[in-house]
């Protein structure tokens, strides 16, 4: 069941992929799930997405915003929505539309299809605008009951997280109910910033990363080290204090065991090599 911010953060993806739709009508869409304060939609943009192009498709999905647009809610056979979607160049839905048909329901993921299903023989589709989607529900009603967003960053994604697929631009949003609630979110951002862990590394001199030892392996200088300590002890005693009691378990072990693990077949390459 989503909570009334989800159905808004949701909308707001809809929104979003509706300006898309109107600024680059070549795209083709991925899915658009809430994540905690928004939302994201994966896009194949079939072309190089910029900030600037961020800006430009947060000023048009504003102007839709204030349109007034409704979410038009459509059921039909599983079929025709292959058809309406392989008509519209949307490759990435009809895919899910096929596995969805091929497949059922538990091997496409909820959140690809950001819910669909009302039985595996009918979809639902949502319209605003232009703007054709497949999808469960449930929406607002028009665009005009979403509170407030911004769009705020870009990322590349796999399409369906696979490495071997497309990449896609990743176009994250923030989305709340009351601009108060976005200005305080956008607060807490800056003063995270202000206790960046690389930030705070380099003024106080606790630590710096070598390329030569590589990327996210930290060599602590003396007051990162005591740092370190007092953490470590005060971990120790609390844990101490409430009962646990300590383990400790050798770092290497018989090549069965990594078997067992799964670890040998999967990360075999990049273990050290049985002694
Ligand atoms: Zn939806």
């Known amino acids: 069941m989503k909570t009334d911010i989800e159905i808004m953060r949701h909308s707001c993806a809809h929104l979003v992929a509706a300006a898309v739709a109107e600024l680059y009508p070549k795209a083709k869409f991925g899915v658009g799930p809430t994540v905690e304060n928004g939302f994201y939609y994966d896009i194949d943009f079939g072309t190089l997405i910029t900030e600037g192009d961020l800006q430009k498709i947060e000023d048009k999905a504003k102007e839709l915003h204030k349109q007034n647009l409704e979410f038009i809610r459509q059921e039909v056979k599983i079929d025709e929505a292959i058809d309406i979607f392989k008509k519209l160049g949307q490759d990435y839905k009809v895919e899910l539309l096929n596995d969805l048909k091929t497949k059922g329901t538990t091997k496409v993921k909820d959140e690809e299809l950001a819910g669909v299903i009302e039985s595996v023989d009918n979809v639902t589709l949502y319209q605003t605008g232009k703007f054709i989607d497949l999808c469960r529900g449930p929406h607002l009603k028009t665009t005009k009951d979403i509170g407030?967003?911004?769009?705020?960053?870009?990322?590349?994604?796999?399409?369906?997280?696979?490495?071997?697929?497309?990449?896609l631009t990743r176009i994250y949003g923030l989305c709340f109910a009351k601009q108060k609630e976005m200005d305080a979110y956008l607060a807490l951002l800056v003063e995270a910033e202000k206790r960046d862990h690389r930030k705070l590394g380099k003024e106080l001199d606790l630590y710096h990363i070598d390329d030569m030892v590589g990327l996210g392996l930290p060599l602590w200088h003396p007051k990162g080290a005591i740092l370190w300590r007092l953490i470590e002890d005060f971990w120790y005693k609390y844990h101490l204090a409430n009962g646990y009691e300590l383990v400790r378990t050798p770092h290497i072990g018989n090549k069965a065991l990594w078997e067992t693990s799964g670890h040998w077949g999967f990360y075999n390459d990049s273990m050290y090599p049985p002694l």
């Open 148 to 167: 407030v967003f911004k769009l705020n960053k870009l990322a590349g994604a796999y399409w369906r997280g696979k490495s071997e697929n497309p990449q």
